[in-house]
């Protein structure tokens, strides 16, 4: 869970399957049992609205669970209303919650079963089934049900000490490396006592991370999936704290009805990968540092604004526009690029550049004609930075990326279903298979780095500085 502003608020965890058609997938046969639920106690959702599956444009063979629309629906149509009333967060019930005691209602709930307001509502959850050991003897086969039909996050994998920790492994160093347990370890310390969690603390934890918004949960609302180059939606929050989606665009018969988990540029790719399980679709937005960067931001903090060649105003700091007007403040003091198409990236994008991730849309026109105006003002020594820095990386892995996407990858696929039409689902392998495509597309990012500072070299702007 992060905190966003509205309207920036995040949801809720993408699903994945591989049914063949609606009628084999549990949570779309129970949907309408939750729709009835939502409305009984006040809340809306238009009746246009279902949820269904989408081709992943990745990956044919992996089918995307979401909201969709069965008919054409207008801009600004309200498409889902959640009164405050159906939310679950702190006392207080206002915008910035304390995460603790949200979590804490989470498992109270959680622990009234059938009794509880949300216990339909739970019932539909998926995010958060199975994940690390815990001593309560909760390790039921509905969990073990549930851990074959939702996706993971690196929250769920083994650590590095476990035996099965072979995903972590597979990072190959690579962030989110150390950081795969941030949010257990956190609510360990933070929430916990530094004490060991239970299932259904996790579950609650889990639920929290993958599909709280910054007014706590929020149901239906968390079921739009995550797309910020297809984002057809808005939020509003009416003077009673009640939160509604609507929508941008017109919405077509079939088509996804989409959300941000990632908005402005704040989230990087990586930070969605660690927090949901998945790598986004284009425009994707990755970020890394070196002993160099980290050397750089210990000995100045606004070290990055010096990247681009516009003028600094001590007096009022403003560190200057373009000669297009647009600002010049970096979107991170890391290495960065911004990601539009597996041939289009942006080197060290601004904040105005990134800020339409999930807040609007961009043909590939488009972007080629901002990422062109934005290059101009990237001082080429800060591009041969970031160059040496990629092309070290890529060269320091164990494996390539044509050996991970030729042979690593197909071969662990096909283990996995060799196992999987006996009967039984590797999840350790499952793991594994998650790291190895997080890293491929990591390590793609990379090689992109490289061939955008060396393609379009002579189109940034040209100093002598040296780093």
Known sequence: MRLLLVPTILAAAIFTATAANDNEDPTIQNFPSLVNWFTSNGGLIDPRITLGYEPSSSNNNVRIRGMIATERIEPETVLIHTPASLMINDSKGGQFVNQCDVIQRIVEELELGKDS????????????SG?????????????????????????HWNREDQPGSRAIKELQGLPPTGETHRHINWYTNACNNSQQLSSIQFKALMMFITRAADRGIVPLYDLMNHHNGRINTRLAVDEEGGLSVIATTSIEPNEPIYNTYARGGGESTVDVFNNYGFVEDYPQLWRWSDVDMVRLAEDDPNHAFGRYAGPYNEDDNNWGVDRHGRGLEPNSHHYEILVVSPTLGALHPTTVLVHILGNGRRSIDEWKVEIDHHH???RQSHVNAMHDSALTILSELPTTIKEDENTILPNERRLFEKVKKMGRVDQSKADTIQAIEYRLAFKKALRLAVDVAESESGKFYADSEEL
């Open 117 to 128: 307001l949300w216990d339909v509502y739970f019932s539909f959850d998926g995010s958060s």
């Open 131 to 155: 994940g690390e050991d815990n001593d309560d003897g909760d390790d039921n086969e509905t969990d073990k049900h549930n851990q074959r039909l939702h996706t993971r996050t690196p929250s």
């Open 376 to 378: 101009a003002t990237v």
